[in-house]
């Protein structure tokens, strides 16, 4: 069996596939198991700002990924090299913008569960996603990816 990466990054959509697991382990977790904020009802507002932030970014990248007529499937093909829009600073704000939703999430809704759930599932959308999304560019956009690779972080730093 071959890995053929230049044709699709992965077999399954992993990113909104984790992001989904986490929001109803932290929501079932949050039921069976409390892992409240402390009653901190101060945390409402940066949850609520971190929200709009989240699906602000991720508004936004797929808005630039539909106007440069490119995939934004994560396990289909990329037709082009986005590299404007939130892709100047970030090489992944979609994930960088569901990884800010979940924080949101449980800071305005009090269930620690999704802060807990957040970098876990960033860092499996990093090592099933990302990393294999980073080969399928590198084959199909060879050196246009690599300068962009090298010049733009993988989130943020």
Partial sequence: MTDDRANRPNKLPWPPMLMVATALAA???GMILPLPLFEAWWLTLPGVLLVAIGLG??????TTMRRAATNVLP????????TSGPF????????LGNSLLLLGIGLAGGNAWFIVGAPV???LVDRLAIRREEQHLAARFGAAWTAYAQ???????
């Avoid at 970014?57 to 797929?62: F, G, N, R, S, T």
């Avoid at 100047?88 to 994930?95: A, G, L, Q, V, W």
Wanted: cysteine-free.
């Fill in 27 to 29: 929501i079932g977790l």
């Fill in 121 to 123: 599932s960033a860092l």
């Fill in 88 to 95: 100047r600073f970030s090489r992944n704000p979609i994930y």
């Fill in 57 to 62: 970014l991720d508004v936004w990248a797929i």
């Fill in 75 to 82: 396990h289909r093909a990329a037709d082009q090299l986005v």
């Fill in 151 to 157: 010049q733009t972080p993988r989130w943020l730093f």
